[in-house]
């Protein structure tokens, strides 16, 4: 009797599968899953707010810098006395001699007496803009919208009216920039930053797991005792055990 009480407690403990120690009613299994859960959750919001506020960033520097080309642009034209519009603005970015390259600039007369168009050598054809009905002029004679470009591109388009000169003659500045470059980098950057993040969970969520494990090695202590109280080989819970976890080995003493 004392050997058949001694081989069903061992075998028992021999071949519990891994799925009861390891399941849905496991504290490991519990806690690693709450763990990779609020990881990702984090993860998720993280990456949220780190694309929007690179989005916005790019976003005002991309306005920034075709509003400085504006203001370079409309210090850089004048009209002849005989009304002709006149000047060589170089606004110093390249992309403006590249034909087709999304980037331009245009100036156009906007009141009697001015003649003449002045346009970047990259703009081949022309660009229509919408009406003033459409898109307005505010306080200060300027406004801005999106266009479609020569190959298909977004466009995004600062636009202003400026007197030239004591006669009241006026012209229409436009500078042009390619909103789809500015996309294609947010892109790239939300994609290198998926991935990094990406990886770092992995790490994360392994880390987790394995200090969870081995934190959760003093409950696999007192199961090993108990099972040897239960065959014999020990009349007590002996051992070191954690603050949480003394008392109830005590109690059971």
Known sequence: MSRRRKAEPLKKTARTPLSLRFGPRSLAFRVIAFSTVWAILTLIVIFTLITTL???????????????HLFNLIGSVGVSEGG????????????????????????????????????????????????VAEVPFNA???????????DGEELEVFESEFVLDAKNR????????????????ISAFQRRLLTYLSLFGV????????????????????????AMVREGTAQRLDGRFPAEIEPLANETN
């Open 203 to 226: 790490g994360m969520i392994a880390i987790n797991a394995i200090a969870i494990l081995l934190g959760l090695q003093p409950l696999r202590r007192v199961r090993d005792a108990l």
């Open 84 to 131: 002709s519009l006149t000047g060589a603005p170089d606004l110093g970015d390249l992309r403006f001699s590249e034909p087709n390259s999304g980037w331009y600039w245009s100036v156009e007369p906007a009141s009697e007496g001015v003649s003449g168009e002045l346009h970047s050598s990259s703009m081949t054809e022309a660009i229509l803009s919408p009406s």
């Open 170 to 185: 006026a012209a229409r500045f436009r500078v042009m920039g390619n909103k789809t470059e500015l996309e294609q980098e």
């Open 140 to 150: 200060s004679f300027q406004r801005s919208y999106a266009t479609e470009g020569i």
């Open 54 to 68: 690179y989005r916005q960033a790019s976003e005002r520097g991309f306005d920034s810098l075709l509003s400085a």
